[in-house]
C-alpha cells in the first residue's frame, strides 16, 4: 500500500511559477505521475517520473513543467513555470508500484492517488 500526499498548490498570476509536492508513504513507488482535473473536464496527465529518474511529460507542458523525484525522501516534485490560465486545475499525484508500465500517461495504470490540490492561476 502507498499513501500520497500532495501539497504547494495556490492562487498565483499568469507567468508566475510553483512547485508541488508530492510525499509518499509504505511501499517503494516506481512510476510517480502528475495529473489535473479542470472543472468540467476529464483528469489529464501531466508529467511522469520512473524510479530511474525518466520523465516524460504532456505536450501541453513540455519546456514549461518539470518533474524530479528525491528517493531518500520519497518525494516527488513539479516545477511549473509560466503558467497560464489554462494550467488551473486540480493537481493530483498517482503511483504505480509496477514496473511494467513503463512511460505510461493512462490513469488506469496507477493504483494509488493522491487527495489533490487546487492550482488556480489568474489572468
Known amino acids: 500500500q502507498v499513501q500520497l500526499v500532495e501539497s504547494g498548490g495556490g492562487l498565483v498570476q499568469a507567468g508566475d511559477s510553483l512547485t508541488l509536492s508530492c510525499a509518499a508513504s509504505?511501499?517503494?513507488?516506481?512510476?510517480t505521475a502528475w495529473f489535473r482535473q479542470a472543472p468540467g473536464k476529464e483528469r489529464d496527465f501531466v508529467a511522469g517520473i520512473n524510479w530511474g529518474s525518466s520523465t516524460f511529460y504532456a505536450d501541453s507542458v513540455k519546456g514549461r513543467f518539470s518533474i524530479s523525484r528525491d528517493n531518500a525522501k520519497k518525494t516527488v516534485y513539479l516545477q511549473m513555470n509560466t503558467l497560464k490560465s489554462e494550467d488551473t486545475a486540480v493537481y493530483y499525484c498517482?503511483?504505480?508500484?509496477?514496473?511494467?508500465?513503463?512511460?505510461?500517461?493512462?490513469?488506469?495504470?496507477?493504483?494509488?492517488w493522491g487527495q489533490g490540490t487546487q492550482v488556480t492561476v489568474s489572468s
Open positions: 498517482a503511483a504505480s508500484l509496477v514496473g511494467a508500465i513503463g512511460q505510461s500517461m493512462r490513469r488506469i495504470q496507477y493504483t494509488f
Open positions: 509504505g511501499s517503494t513507488v516506481y512510476t
